[in-house]
């Protein structure tokens, strides 16, 4: 047992000795995956506050790395922002956020995630103490099954939403319909446009690269964004997207900034939105960036690992927009969601190292030159 589990059982019953004043009000969504997913989740934001009840407000719960996306929320929703790491490591922090969350007095918690982590995301739900909670059936995880299964106790209801590869979009519509007793078709990648603001003419490059990716065997190798730069047509301008950190972690990019026409963008995303609405074409691996182009409707190129085939990229033909297209390779174990067992190539997947750079340099050219 760790320390916080300790104080956890202590502010637990606590809890059982305290009284909280008035009714229990509000409703708090839970969506605890990374920057991308906050994307997806966004499509469907205003379906799960639909079950609020008149005047009742609504709140999401974010990891705060992934609140660098809330901008894609509906602004009438409000922001609940928590700190993972700080809340294994900081006995004072995650008492802090027991405390606030306790106070809040939600009437509802829907925990929107499949995969959960019992002293987590599920560990928050136990310290808001709602009235009701509601999720899927969390993903089995063999670390966590035992406190998994041990904190079902915490949901009035549970949802089977399938198995661990089904489309993320699609899986979520399904849960939506499943609270809200509706039929409604999956929507497809697309947020409302009027949640960015248009660029200035002129002002943005023709073409967005987001070559990094956290897991770095998601990676292309930086001489297949080389070919694809220098079989553009000269004067076209160029911007590589990306942080600070990415550039010194991945310094054989560099070199793309010497070539005519290309830039670096080190821009927030909400700073970066603007410019990937008005592109003619973002390229990058399946990461954030790519989900935000797409959902704002840019032509976007997505050069793809194949771990998630079936769950995230590409996505599934009914919610593809016309803006979207993945290049992927092939294998016998695509959709291993990571959990690669094959040996890397040059540090990357093996179906990130078998991408065909001709491949891709003619998708490029198609995309821009129909």
């Not at 979520?172 to 960015?196: C, E, H, M, R, Y």
Request: aromatic fraction near 8%; hydrophobic fraction near 40%.
């Amino acid at each position: 047992m760790k320390p916080f589990h300790i104080q956890d059982t202590l502010l637990g019953l606590k809890r059982n000795f305290s009284k909280r004043e008035g009714n229990a009000n509000g409703v708090l969504l839970i969506s605890a995956g990374g920057l991308g997913d906050t994307v997806l989740f966004s499509l469907f934001a205003e379906r799960f506050a639909s079950l609020a009840r008149d005047g009742e407000p609504v709140t999401v719960l974010l990891r705060n790395d992934a609140a660098k996306m809330a901008f894609v929320l509906p602004k009438s929703i409000g922001l609940e922002i928590v700190n993972f790491k700080d809340l294994r490591k900081s006995l004072t922090y995650r008492r802090k956020i027991a405390n606030r969350l306790y106070r809040a007095h939600y009437r509802l918690i829907i925990s929107t995630d499949q995969l959960r982590h019992p002293d987590l995301d599920e560990a928050l739900i136990e310290m808001a103490a709602p009235e009701e909670a509601i999720a899927m059936e969390a993903r089995s995880w063999p670390k966590y099954d035992a406190a998994l299964k041990n904190n079902r106790q915490l949901f009035s209801r549970l949802y089977d939403s399938g198995p661990n590869r089904v489309d993320k979009v699609v899986r979520w519509n399904n849960f939506a319909n499943w609270l809200t007793g509706s039929d409604n078709p999956p929507p497809k990648v697309k947020i409302d446009q009027g949640l960015v603001a248009d660029a200035s003419p002129g002002e943005t490059p023709d073409i967005l690269i987001q070559p990094f990716s956290a897991v770095n065997a998601k990676q292309s190798p930086v001489t297949l964004y080389k070919s694809i730069i220098e079989s553009l047509p000269k004067g076209l301008s160029i911007a590589i997207t990306g942080t600070p950190g990415d550039l010194n972690a991945n310094p054989e990019y560099n070199q793309l900034l010497d070539l005519p026409g290309v830039t670096f963008d080190s821009s927030t995303f909400q700073e970066l939105a603007p410019a990937l609405k008005a592109a003619n074409l973002v390229i990058s691996v399946d990461t954030a960036a790519m989900h935000l182009a797409v959902a704002l409707g840019a032509p976007t190129l997505c050069l793809a690992s194949a771990a998630y085939v079936g769950e995230i990229v590409p996505y599934a033909s009914d919610v593809t927009p016309d803006n979207a297209h993945v290049i992927y390779q092939t294998m016998a174990c695509e959709g291993c969601l990571g959990k690669c067992h094959l040996e890397p190539i040059d540090d990357m997947y093996p179906c990130v190292a078998a991408l065909d750079a001709e491949r891709a340099v003619a998708k490029v050219k198609k995309l821009l030159f129909p």
